[in-house]
């Protein structure tokens, strides 16, 4: 572990120095951003239908369509439940 005696930022970098006794301020130090790009047509399905919530659940989520617009009261229905 070191402890950071000096830090300069400007509208380009950061830098630091670690001892007081440096002239000059290095680099700090950063680990590179590498994003992989994924398929979605590469990821496996976990499930192959799907899973059934249960009874006290799809209880509680008909007593929300009072708030819920009548459009999607059908899809609250067909929840699979046990």
Known sequence: MVDIR???YSSVDVTVKLRHT???TSALPS????KKAVQLENIPQLYTSTIPIKKKIFL???ELKVVIDKTYHSYYDN????
């Open 22 to 24: 440096d002239n000059e």
């Open 60 to 62: 509680d989520l008909q």
């Open 6 to 8: 000096q830090i300069h």
């Open 79 to 82: 929840l699979k439940h046990d």
């Open 31 to 34: 680990r590179p951003l590498v």
